[in-house]
T-cell receptor
Framework: GESVGLHLPTLSVQEGDNSIINCAYS??????FIWYKQESGKGPQFIID?????DKRQGQRVTVLLNKTVKHLSLQIAATQPGDSAVYFC?????????FGTGTSLTVIP | EAQVTQNPRYLITVTGKKLTVTCSQN?????MSWYRQDPGLGLRQIYY???????DKGDVPEGYKVSRKEKRNFPLILESPSPNQTSLYFC???????????FGQGTRLTVV
């Protein structure tokens, strides 16, 4: 999974499979955790967020899981499609500031 | 269409020549922010603004200034650019304290 300061991890999945992207966050006082998707040449796009008092939240084809014990966040994408190919970033909000991970590059193989 | 607009999209400048990157949003959002994106480092927050006339430093504010005179605009100012400010810059806005942020298309700045 991604973390601050590391090279960009990569993940390749077959079209139709489920994808799991992991993230380790750093601050136990962060109150929200967010996932963004960034396609080549574009700005990040909001996917889903989760409040720190929750451990799971579902959206359309996506699920975010939060494990505060080990400071771990994951994004699950169901039935991955070619349009899901992008770099995915996790972010945490601490106070009014945001801290982003380094990203995971997801490639969907047709 | 809801959007965050940055200008210019690409800029090459020389060391020490003051420049401004503009950011405008049409969603009446209170929260606006600037980030820089560098390979291997992800996005790092430079400055943010909770509302008009309220700005605060982010994680990497050195060498940058901002202003928030109007709700829709949040320009990023580099008074004396240096080569280590070569980066991809993003402006973002949000109605929820920075959550569910809308990002601009980015400004690729090169300082030589």
């Amino acid at each position: 999974g991604e973390s601050v300061g590391l090279h960009l991890p990569t993940l390749s999945v077959q079209e139709g499979d489920n994808s799991i992207i992991n993230c380790a966050y750093s601050n136990s006082a962060s109150d929200y955790f967010i996932w963004y998707k960034q396609e080549s040449g574009k700005g990040p796009q909001f996917i889903i967020d989760i409040r720190s008092n929750m451990d799971k939240r579902q959206g359309q084809r996506v699920t975010v899981l939060l494990n505060k014990t080990v400071k771990h966040l994951s994004l699950q994408i169901a039935a991955t499609q070619p349009g899901d190919s992008a770099v995915y970033f996790c972010a945490e909000r601490w106070g009014n500031q945001f801290y982003f991970g380094t990203g995971t590059s997801l490639t969907v193989i047709p | 269409e809801a959007q965050v607009t940055q200008n210019p999209r690409y800029l090459i400048t020389v060391t020490g020549k003051k420049l401004t990157v503009t950011c405008s949003q049409n969603m009446n959002h209170e929260y606006m922010s600037w980030y820089r994106q560098d390979p291997g480092l992800g996005l790092r927050q430079i400055y943010y603004s909770m509302n008009v006339e309220v700005t605060d430093k982010g994680d990497v504010p050195e060498g940058y200034k901002v202003s928030r005179k109007e709700k829709r605009n949040f320009p990023l100012i580099l008074e004396s650019p240096s080569p280590n400010q070569t980066s991809l810059y993003f402006c973002a806005s949000s109605s929820q304290g920075g959550l569910e942020a809308f990002f601009g298309q980015g400004t690729r700045l090169t300082v030589v």
